[in-house]
């Protein structure tokens, strides 16, 4: 109950550190078309506004190259690809400590640690359906980033947490972590 305390703070303290609604919206939906806008007096006495047509979904935000979102997007391009000891440059502890202790246990014979898709959530891959879901925000503070990931499955919602620090001018992943299912790479211990 208080790790899912926490993850909810910590999220809505991600928002509170400088998120506008526009960068918001593509996270969590768009705002009712006859919503005022964040800085709309309210006027209890105004006339309703007319029937609009409905609005036209946002273009997908570009990505920078370099940012902490164009080092996620690849996991959700390819899935498993956080498992690729490839992809190792992409990580710092205490996540790729872990990511090498799995490996460690693979290449001995003795099993498994992580799921191959921690990137869903390990919810069901649905290629459609994760493609059509799929948001992301990113708030960066400094040398720290987090890019929360949320998308739909099987009408359950998942929510992923992304942190990231930057190293040699480059961001690298520090720690995933699933608001939803309630873990962290961290936390595993692959040994």
Avoid at 20 to 25: D, E, H, L, N, V
Avoid at 71 to 76: G, I, L, T
Avoid at 138 to 159: I, T
């Amino acid at each position: 109950m208080v790790r899912r305390i926490v993850l909810a703070f910590a999220t809505i303290s991600m928002l509170a550190a400088g998120l506008s609604g526009a960068r918001a919206q593509g996270l969590f939906g768009a705002p009712p078309a006859n919503a005022p806008a964040d800085n709309a007096p309210s006027d209890d006495t105004a006339t309703p506004p007319a029937a609009s047509p409905p609005a036209e979904s946002a273009p997908a935000a570009t990505v920078l190259p370099g940012s902490p979102t164009a080092v996620v997007k690849p996991f959700y391009e390819h899935l498993g690809l956080e498992l690729d000891p490839a992809e190792r440059k992409n990580f710092i502890d205490p996540a790729k400590t872990v990511l090498d202790k799995s490996d460690a246990l693979r290449n001995s014979g003795q099993g498994e640690c992580l799921d191959p898709n921690m990137a869903l959530d390990n919810a069901d891959y649905d290629k459609a359906a994760i493609e059509g879901s799929l948001k992301t925000i990113e708030a960066v503070r400094g040398d720290e980033a987090k890019v929360v990931v949320a998308f739909v499955v099987a009408n359950n919602a998942h929510r992923l947490e992304w942190k990231l620090k930057k190293v040699g001018g480059d961001w690298k992943v520090s720690d995933l972590l699933s608001v939803t299912g309630e873990w962290a790479l961290s936390q595993y211990q692959c040994e």
